[in-house]
């Protein structure tokens, strides 16, 4: 069964940095895409629509990010230890967010890809 384990969230004061590494497990054929979302509003997340994309990098290394981050935020990847990796620095109390790692990837036996979320991790940002 495959698996995204989110780490790294956490408070930080405006300025500050934080770090979130989101792993995959599981049999996994190839990752195409990895990135992450965020989830600004109150409550648990019940509609995809409701997350608001943040960055993403492709198997070849390309990226991509929301407007709102550029400059900020850094996104890479690890693809032999199947791990995404985002810096985020100088970060603004509107950062404040739970943040979910996000995953297109080929199951092993599988001849499609599929999406895969994380379960969440909480970034606060103070003023």
């Known amino acids: 069964q495959v698996q995204l384990a989110e780490s790294g969230g956490g408070l930080v004061q405006a300025g500050g940095s934080l770090r979130l590494s989101c792993e995959v497990s599981?049999?996994?054929?190839?990752?195409?895409?990895m990135g992450w979302y965020r989830h600004q509003g109150p409550g648990k997340v019940r509609d995809l629509e409701q997350?608001?994309?943040?960055?993403?990098?492709?198997?070849?290394?390309?990226?991509n990010y929301e407007d709102a981050v550029k400059g900020r935020f850094t996104i890479s990847r690890d693809n032999a230890r199947n791990t995404t990796l985002m810096q985020m620095n100088s970060l603004k109390p509107e950062d404040t967010a739970i943040y979910y790692c996000?995953?297109?990837?080929?199951?092993?036996?599988?001849?499609?890809?599929?999406?895969?979320w994380g379960q969440g991790t909480q970034v606060t940002v103070s003023s």
């Open positions: 996000y995953a297109s990837l080929i199951p092993s036996g599988a001849y499609t890809p599929y999406d895969y």
């Open positions: 599981g049999r996994i054929f190839r990752i195409n895409a």
């Open positions: 997350l608001e994309f943040v960055a993403i990098i492709t198997y070849g290394g390309s990226t």
